[in-house]
């Protein structure tokens, strides 16, 4: 098989590329995802393929979307951040476009993306938290994409890390993506600069004056800087992003981590704390070897990538 | 290959035995576990193997340990309940017998034990927990046992549910298995043997009249008599118990879940309250295929009878 389509479906665009066989994109666009109506998502997906299928020679197409699909690949059964419910996503699309489809969980293709071509070569019992809104989890065992028995394995941001914690898209409370995300960075950040507005200067000068508008971007710039409130924020999360870490090592011992996703850009500033707090809380510590904690190489085209090279399979 | 020897080293006793290709044992040895030098555990093995080796044609030996084993299946690296670390048990267990050994975890040998001739058969993606002392579990993922990078994989006893919680024998603090496991339920039965002893006579009239007395086998006895004390205990670990499937299924989205060690002999006593928290708490509930959740049918044998059948592999 030779090129394929990736498409990455996030809360705000969809980003579709023609991809070789080597994981090249050859080209990409674009679109705003129709957030309000997420049954013309699909239409914006097929719209997208078919004018890339009018420029390039492809044969299938592979959709990363955010959400729990089953283990046929063809429907969104649940979105714990988008309204999807049961959404047979892979018939519309193909309909539309008229290539053959496969839809898969966004972190599961980016897990892909950067198993094959990215920070994930050569580990073939690994795994990939994307840090975005939420968290994105994709598992790679013995070289395969780790699916479960219907589908939805790997769902690691909804784990429940506090009893009675904090409430969850999802509808449960205390999971792990409620204390280790990009919304929980800026939660951190806003909570820090309504509380403590003297620590919090930097953060709120880049918020335009209120906590409410401080965003993630913003919290990793002024760690950057090396903003000590922005620092701690990070601390926060980085530890309990640790404590997930160690927690999935007793559950699934892989030989490496990859943190990707919009979080991930802040490099060691997260990476240092996360890495401090798995290594003092892993079981067995001192008596095994530890996986390594690497941020993910492809970016923002890790998902493009795997979700096409899913689509040969 | 023919016969094989399973052995299953618990905390106070070896257990070897002679089992077919079809997992029936054909003869079976137990002796006391020398707890207190486990490096002595070893020639116990050693001289129960070469016993049955006199009676039997055998080819291999499984051992079935309580603790971390490395991914060459030769060395107890840690033993969160035992004394070993970093034990040799594969070298002196073949040399005292002369027969090739593989170590596994106990608790993998009985998930695979129970997977091919017990209540996991026919179900490729099971997560097995047995509830003895503390917790042990194996994970069939595609109908391979789960390892995991250097051999830790499905230590899901060690994984996190309650920040700052009750200590471990791992040395960490809020592992599952102080919550969900025999010494939970016996922790839970003395508490409230000693705070309400009003509430609690059954118990403590089983357990000579004093909270210490009482023993996981007495609150068993009690709640299969309707004691509501006793069941009261049970309904605590088993919403334990279900709060943990339902992270398992988060996590790994197995197809069956099987209850299996001493706890598990209180079968619905222990199940119902279990399942009740487990569809109320799993991540994605009404728009997934649930998990079912069944008691383990080879009761103690599962462990011989799985370590036997991994020697041939």
Redesign the interface.
């Known amino acids: 098989m030779g090129l394929t389509i990736g498409v990455d479906v996030g809360g705000t665009k969809v980003a579709a590329g023609v991809v070789d066989e080597d994981g090249r994109i050859l080209e990409k666009l674009k679109r705003p995802t129709p957030s309000s109506s997420p049954a013309d998502t699909a239409d914006v997906i097929g719209d997208a393929v078919l004018e890339l299928k009018g420029r390039h020679q492809v044969e299938a197409v592979g959709v990363g979307a955010a959400g ?1 699909v089953d283990e046929t690949r063809s429907t969104v ?2 979105a ?1 951040n988008l309204a999807w ?2 959404e047979p996503l892979k018939k519309k699309v193909e309909d539309r476009c008229g290539l053959p489809t496969v839809i898969e969980n966004d972190a599961n293709a980016m897990a892909w993306g950067e198993y094959r071509f990215g920070a994930g070569r050569g ?3 690994l795994v990939c938290i994307t840090l975005g809104t939420g968290i994105g ?1 994709g598992v790679i ?1 013995d070289g395969e994409m ?11 941001g ?6 009675d914690g904090r409430r969850c898209g ?3 409370r205390g ?1 792990w993506e409620q204390y280790a995300s990009g919304r929980a960075l800026v939660a951190e950040a806003r909570e820090l600069a309504r509380t403590s507005p003297a620590i919090a200067g930097r953060l709120l000068e880049l918020g335009d004056g209120i906590p409410e508008g401080i965003e993630g971007e913003e919290v990793t710039l002024a760690a950057k800087e090396g903003d000590p409130a922005a620092l701690e924020c990070f601390r926060v999360v980085g530890h309990w992003l640790g ?1 997930g870490l ?10 490496r981590f990859l943190i990707g996703g919009g979080v991930s850009d802040a490099g060691e500033l997260l990476l240092e704390p996360a890495r401090s707090t798995f290594v003092k ?1 892993v ?7 530890l ?1 390594d904690v690497r941020i993910a190489e492809l970016g923002s085209d890790a998902g493009v990538v795997g979700a096409a090279d899913l689509a040969r399979r």
Chains 1, 2 share one sequence.
């Open positions: 729990f059964v649940f714990p419910r049961d580990e073939h019992f989890g065992i780790y699916r479960g028995r219907y589908g939805l394995g790997a769902e690691v909804h784990y429940r890390v506090v009893p999802c509808g449960n999971c404590q160690a927690d999935l090592a007793a559950l699934l011992d892989p030989g809380s079981t067995g510590r001192g008596h095994r070897t996986a």
